[in-house]
């Protein structure tokens, strides 16, 4: 159980397109979901938090005008990367919390390689 | 305040060996403390996890030990084997509705 998977696992676009990146949670209902960005040997940074039905949280510093997050239903999120530019190349990686549980666990997507020519 | 601190960045240990990796942090708010095993090209997976109303806790070859008055936890990785060559990652919650801060991560190598 607790499975999370993101679609596509990888992708490359040309600068200036945009590119969306799915996330689902399988086998559960996740009312919270978070995506994150990581670099190279580096940790993971929070991008924004998702709550089903409601406008995502973003942290200081990330741009919501280009990174679009959607949180339709409590099976799916998605992120929009809009007028992608190299520097946009990275892992993104999303998590889900189990609704049904109310526990603190979170479980984490595969995540999807990015790369901006 | 919201920081986790974690080392060392990088360990090596022969198999068999005892693989030891210890965060700290300020926050006493944090009660929920997980550790996360990552592969390269791959998402990180909850590994095991423990709140601060217990010391130690144990999943197969995998310790917790949680010190709470020093505000710090560690990861034991006990007959340490070549397949756990990944970095972990902690991490702390200061409750089910916020987000997870995580450590800087620890590249574990286990020579065969």
């Known amino acids: 159980g607790a499975v999370v998977s993101q679609h596509p696992s990888r992708v490359i676009c040309k600068s200036g397109t945009s590119v969306k990146i799915e996330c689902r949670s399988l086998d559960f209902q996740a009312t919270t979901m978070f995506w994150y960005r990581q670099f190279p040997k580096k940790s993971l940074m929070l991008m924004a938090t998702s709550n089903e039905g409601s406008k995502a949280t973003y942290e200081q510093g990330v741009e919501k005008d280009k990174f679009l997050i959607n949180h339709a239903s409590l099976t799916l999120s998605t992120l929009t990367v809009t007028s992608a530019h190299p520097e946009d190349s990275s892992f993104y990686i999303c998590?889900?919390?189990?609704?049904?549980?109310?526990?603190?666990?979170?479980?984490f997507g595969p995540g999807t390689r990015l790369t901006v020519t | 305040q919201q920081q986790v601190k974690q080392s060392p960045q990088s360990l090596i240990v022969q198999k068999g060996g005892i693989s030891i990796i210890n965060c700290a942090y300020e926050?006493?708010?944090?009660?929920?403390f997980p550790w996360y095993q990552q592969f390269p090209g791959k998402g990180p997976a909850l590994l095991i996890a423990i709140r601060p109303d217990v010391s130690e806790k144990k999943e197969g070859r995998f310790t917790i030990s949680f010190n709470k008055s020093a505000k710090q936890f560690s990861l034991h990785i006990m007959d340490s084997q070549p397949g756990d060559s990944a970095t972990y990652f902690c991490?702390?919650?200061?409750?089910?509705?916020?987000?997870?801060?995580f450590g800087s991560g620890t590249q574990l190598t286990v020579l065969p």
């Open positions: 926050n006493t708010a944090f009660d929920y």
């Open positions: 991490a702390a919650n200061p409750g089910s509705a916020r987000q997870l801060t």
């Open positions: 998590s889900a919390r189990d609704a049904g549980k109310g526990t603190y666990e979170q479980y």
